[in-house]
């Protein structure tokens, strides 16, 4: 996977690189050069699968990474291109025209993320949720247990202890 | 609301141009009613009996509960030989068992199925899930107590309940529907204001009438 990085590396202006085991490494990639380098890895790289498109919230950083995983069936491993776009807005070029698959990840991380992809196919009905108008709930920022109890009628009676102290009574009661 | 609910003109074979609402047209939307029991104690025990004694349990799997259904439809614990089996229709059950967590999306199936299977029918709640949101508790999506929703007969507690805890729940729920206390459909139909007001409070595209029987 090193050497792959290093040859990507001479075309591409690439971030930071994780190798996660022999046949799984991730790379950062500015946005601008994602699709170039995806189009690359499909047709020169024999990375032609895309596993997967997701989204991870970094709240602190006020960013979204956005991971194509793709996977390289004959050479049996794995890419991951990590992209961050800014938390405000977010929006991204979509990739539906080279992997139709792609919609359906897009679809979802608009509704669940709030991320838009302009263009994509069908991106802004609704995929899982049904009548959600609020903020979308995957964002970090995104309170569950409070939306729960404000909307969902509570069952009294239900306690919940810290485990730790909990066994450590039961257990132990001398240290206690 | 959904394309094919909203009102549209429809030219008939006979070259007739109509109108259909199909929140109207397609479903009765008259409210349930309480049915009174048989007006002879003797005949409303036999009645209870028989019910008792053939559960038909409507083929919908809501959660991750519909797992233990499998053991016990085959011959490790063959629930057959208790008079329980599972029918693909709303139409032909009786019995509806929530297996599991509920999100309200599929809330508003369930809604939907319950309303169609006939009087007297009966709901088990199975798996904590259903009594208090078990590990669901803070999901933004998971109803937290279905009694509020649905007139619950019978609780099954655990995470998952054993296929021997559902049938011990069967045993429980036909001493109830003996006892006559399985009266669940009527508490809906009386209490149907209350149950409508908790379901429209969760489900927040309700493109359905209130009663689709």
Same mark, same amino acid.
């Given at each position: 996977?090193?050497?792959?990085?290093?040859?990507?590396?001479r075309l591409?202006?690439? *971030?930071?690189?994780?190798?996660?085991?022999?046949d799984?490494a991730?790379?950062? $990639?500015?946005?601008?050069?994602?699709?170039?380098?995806l189009i690359?890895?499909?047709?020169?790289?024999?990375?032609?699968?895309?596993v997967?498109l997701t989204? $991870?919230?970094?709240?602190?950083?006020?960013?979204?990474?956005l991971?194509?995983?793709?996977?390289?069936?004959?050479g049996?491993?794995?890419?991951?291109?990590?992209?961050?776009?800014?938390?405000?807005?977010?929006?991204?070029?979509?990739?539906?025209?080279?992997?139709?698959?792609?919609?359906?990840?897009?679809?979802?991380?608009?509704e669940?993320f709030?991320?838009?992809?302009?263009?994509?196919p069908?991106?802004?009905?609704?995929?899982?949720?049904?009548?959600?108008?609020?903020?979308?709930?995957?964002?970090?920022?995104?309170?569950?247990?409070?939306?729960?109890?404000?909307?969902?009628?509570?069952?009294? *009676?239900?306690?919940?202890?810290?485990?730790?102290?909990?066994?450590?009574?039961?257990?132990?009661?001398?240290?206690? | 609301?959904?394309?094919?609910?909203?009102?549209?003109?429809?030219?008939?074979? &006979?070259?007739?141009?109509?109108?259909?609402?199909? #929140?109207? &047209?397609y479903?009765?939307d008259a409210r349930?009613?309480?049915?009174?029991?048989?007006?002879?104690?003797?005949?409303?025990?036999f009645?209870?009996?028989?019910?008792?004694?053939?559960?038909?349990?409507?083929?919908?799997?809501?959660?991750?509960?519909?797992?233990?259904?499998?053991p016990?439809?085959t011959?490790?614990?063959?629930?057959?030989?208790?008079?329980?089996?599972?029918?693909?229709?709303?139409?032909?059950?009786?019995?509806?068992?929530?297996?599991?967590?509920?999100?309200?999306?599929?809330?508003?199936?369930?809604?939907r199925?319950?309303?169609q299977m006939?009087?007297?029918?009966?709901v088990?709640?199975?798996g904590?899930?259903?009594?208090?949101?078990?590990?669901?508790?803070?999901?933004?999506?998971?109803?937290?107590?279905?009694? &509020?929703?649905?007139?619950?007969d019978?609780?099954v507690?655990?995470c998952?309940?054993?296929?021997?805890? #559902?049938?011990?729940?069967?045993?429980? #729920?036909?001493?109830?529907?003996?006892?006559?206390?399985?009266?669940?459909?009527?508490?809906?139909?009386?209490?149907?204001?209350?149950y409508?007001?908790?379901?429209?409070?969760?489900?927040?595209?309700? &493109?359905?009438?209130?009663?689709?029987?």
């Amino acid at each position: 996977m090193r050497e792959l990085y290093e040859q990507l590396k001479r075309l591409f202006p690439l *971030g930071e690189y994780t190798e996660q085991r022999r046949d799984l490494a991730f790379v950062t $990639v500015p946005k601008d050069h994602l699709r170039p380098l995806l189009i690359h890895l499909r047709d020169r790289e024999r990375f032609s699968h895309l596993v997967l498109l997701t989204a $991870v919230d970094w709240l602190e950083e006020g960013h979204f990474q956005l991971t194509y995983l793709m996977n390289d069936r004959a050479g049996k491993r794995d890419l991951g291109l990590r992209v961050l776009i800014p938390r405000d807005g977010a929006a991204m070029e979509g990739i539906h025209d080279l992997w139709p698959t792609a919609a359906t990840y897009q679809r979802e991380l608009r509704e669940m993320f709030g991320i838009d992809f302009p263009g994509s196919p069908r991106v802004n009905e609704e995929f899982i949720l049904e009548g959600w108008t609020g903020m979308p709930p995957y964002r970090r920022d995104f309170d569950t247990k409070k939306f729960s109890e404000e909307n969902f009628n509570h069952r009294p *009676g239900r306690a919940t202890t810290d485990p730790a102290t909990h066994m450590k009574e039961k257990l132990y009661p001398d240290e206690a | 609301m959904k394309d094919e609910l909203k009102k549209r003109l429809v030219k008939g074979p &006979d070259g007739v141009e109509f109108e259909v609402d199909p #929140l109207r &047209d397609y479903y009765c939307d008259a409210r349930p009613q309480v049915e009174p029991p048989a007006v002879s104690k003797i005949v409303e025990d036999f009645f209870n009996w028989a019910r008792a004694e053939s559960l038909w349990i409507l083929g919908f799997a809501t959660g991750c509960g519909a797992i233990e259904m499998r053991p016990l439809m085959t011959p490790r614990f063959d629930a057959y030989r208790f008079g329980v089996q599972w029918r693909p229709t709303p139409r032909q059950s009786n019995l509806f068992i929530i297996s599991g967590y509920l999100s309200t999306k599929t809330l508003k199936r369930v809604i939907r199925s319950y309303e169609q299977m006939q009087s007297p029918k009966y709901v088990m709640g199975l798996g904590s899930c259903t009594i208090n949101g078990g590990m669901y508790w803070d999901s933004y999506n998971t109803i937290k107590r279905l009694d &509020d929703y649905l007139p619950v007969d019978v609780y099954v507690a655990g995470c998952m309940p054993r296929p021997e805890s #559902l049938l011990a729940g069967f045993e429980e #729920l036909k001493r109830i529907i003996r006892e006559g206390k399985g009266e669940g459909a009527n508490k809906y139909a009386a209490e149907f204001d209350r149950y409508k007001a908790n379901q429209k409070q969760v489900i927040h595209d309700w &493109d359905m009438p209130d009663y689709n029987w």
